[in-house]
Nanobody, 125 residues
Framework: QVQLVESGGGLVQAGGSLRLSCAAS????????MGWFRQAPGKEREFVAA????????YYADPVKGRFTISRDNAKNTVYLQMNSLKPEDTTVYSC??????????????????WGQGTQVTVSS
């Protein structure tokens, strides 16, 4: 059982940066693979980035590759999403998710066991 709370969303101009945080509570956070997803209006939930529980593996969706960086600090029970060179099309609600299993990256939202409530990111033109 793990609880996830996102923060760091907001309004930013195109080309700017934001860092999202996902604070976790509960047992054995360090053993959870973590991911970030987003869901724009009228669209299905979209994979953004994932990191294995060891931090040794990361994986990114093509639209954010080279712009976003996922990281984690298990000592602080927190996973981060550093978002640079933001574009208006990045505007949506971003949610973090946790999955307990072998040390790996997971891109499918159906695999994840726990979800945060999300944080809004708005990128102006």
């Amino acid at each position: 059982q793990v609880q996830l709370v996102e923060s760091g969303g907001g309004l930013v101009q195109a080309g700017g940066s934001l860092r999202l945080s996902c604070a976790a509570s509960g047992r054995t956070f360090s053993s959870y693979n973590m991911g970030w997803f987003r869901q724009a209006p009228g669209k299905e939930r979209e994979f953004v980035a994932a990191i294995s529980w060891s931090g040794g593996r990361t994986y990114y969706a093509d639209p954010v590759k080279g712009r976003f960086t996922i990281s984690r600090d298990n000592a602080k029970n927190t996973v981060y999403l550093q978002m640079n060179s933001l574009k208006p099309e990045d505007t949506t609600v971003y949610s973090c998710a946790a999955q307990q299993g072998p040390d790996r990256v997971n891109a499918a939202y159906s695999i994840y066991d726990y979800w945060g409530q999300g944080t809004q990111v708005t990128v102006s033109s």
